[in-house]
């Protein structure tokens, strides 16, 4: 049975195709995020890698985020609240929950018309990200 912890593509080669170093911090980064299988904000970030002994400096997340996201290893959802950060290697939307800021990931495929019909009657599309961004109350929030 295959480590589900372990991202599908090497990570170092991953960071290496974006041109990015291949630094400790960003794969432990990459591995936290793919492992958790949510949308983290950097304050959770790091503090998860200071659970697992190996903390870094906001700071250093912070850089280690962005430059993840500017080449697209990683994609950004913002709020409310806080940016919330993710891995996926499939396209997919996102919803989020206007009170609580939870993000969720929606599957694209099954949403081809309904983004199509979106587009159709506001001229609206998906961004350079290929994603649209849903707002409402999750479960917990809407009782």
Same mark, same amino acid.
Do not use: F, I, W
């Given at each position: 049975m295959p480590n589900e912890t372990? /991202? /599908? *593509?090497?990570?170092?080669? @991953? @960071?290496?195709r +974006?041109?990015?170093? $291949? =630094?400790?911090g960003r794969l432990r980064i990459m591995f936290l995020l793919?492992?958790?299988g949510q949308h983290l904000t950097p304050a959770e970030i $790091?503090? *998860? #890698? =200071?659970?697992?002994?190996?903390?870094r400096h906001s700071t250093t997340v912070y850089r280690s985020l962005e430059a993840l996201t500017a080449v697209g290893v990683l994609h950004a959802v913002p709020g409310p609240g806080p940016t919330r950060y993710g891995m996926s290697d499939e396209?997919? +939307?996102?919803?989020? $929950?206007q009170r609580c800021g939870h993000v969720a990931d929606l599957p694209s495929d099954p949403l081809a018309d309904a983004v199509a019909r979106i587009e159709q @009657? =506001?001229? #609206?599309r998906p961004? =350079?990200?290929?994603?649209? #961004?849903?707002?409402?109350l999750c479960a917990a929030c809407g009782d």
């Open positions: 372990v /991202p /599908p *593509q090497d990570p170092r080669a @991953l @960071l290496r +974006h041109g990015l170093r $291949c =630094t400790a793919r492992s958790s $790091c503090t *998860q #890698l =200071t659970r697992k002994g190996s903390g396209p997919h +939307h996102h919803v989020a $929950c @009657l =506001t001229g #609206l961004g =350079t990200s290929g994603s649209l #961004l849903l707002y409402g």
